[in-house]
């Protein structure tokens, strides 16, 4: 058995959603909207990860076709042991439109200084489009 690792984000959700529920002002909705968008994608994907990976290619050209026009920028760390390379290397060899920044010194946290300051320049760049 190997010990699922959490992001920072899950874990602060983990451990303030008890007091929040507990406070008689705070209700349900208020609460849900505390939990930040990365956690509740990483729960998302950590449960449906066998769904999505056998009914969803995103590789198939007829998935890629449907988003091949719309103005991509994908920042890859180039030290990422959780999501290789590879994959984002696979990606844009089908979809060559896709403009790909591999990241040497970066590793999978948007949160890693050298990532972040990777997509802070390509959303500026997204931003003029």
Same mark, same amino acid.
């Given at each position: 058995?190997?010990?699922?690792?959490?992001?920072?984000?899950?874990?602060?959700?983990?451990?303030?959603?008890?007091?929040?529920?507990?406070?008689?002002?705070?209700?349900?909705?208020?609460?849900?909207?505390?939990?930040?968008?990365?956690?509740?994608?990483?729960?998302?994907?950590?449960?449906?990860?066998?769904?999505? #990976?056998?009914?969803?290619?995103?590789?198939?050209?007829?998935?890629?076709?449907?988003?091949?026009? !719309?103005? *991509?920028?994908? +920042?890859?760390?180039?030290?990422?042991?959780?999501?290789?390379?590879?994959?984002?290397?696979?990606?844009?060899?089908?979809?060559?439109? #896709?403009?790909?920044?591999?990241?040497?010194?970066?590793?999978?946290?948007?949160?890693?200084?050298? !990532?972040? *300051?990777?997509? +802070?320049?390509?959303?500026?760049?997204?931003?003029?489009?």
């Amino acid at each position: 058995f190997v010990q699922p690792h959490l992001s920072p984000s899950l874990h602060r959700v983990d451990s303030n959603f008890p007091r929040l529920k507990s406070n008689s002002n705070v209700t349900e909705a208020d609460a849900k909207k505390f939990i930040p968008a990365q956690a509740m994608l990483t729960c998302f994907y950590s449960t449906n990860d066998e769904y999505m #990976m056998s009914k969803f290619n995103l590789l198939a050209k007829e998935n890629l076709d449907k988003i091949r026009h !719309i103005p *991509c920028i994908a +920042i890859q760390g180039g030290q990422d042991n959780i999501c290789p390379p590879d994959s984002a290397l696979d990606l844009h060899e089908e979809w060559p439109e #896709m403009e790909l920044r591999i990241v040497t010194e970066g590793k999978h946290s948007m949160y890693d200084t050298p !990532i972040t *300051c990777e997509l +802070i320049k390509a959303t500026d760049r997204l931003a003029d489009i």
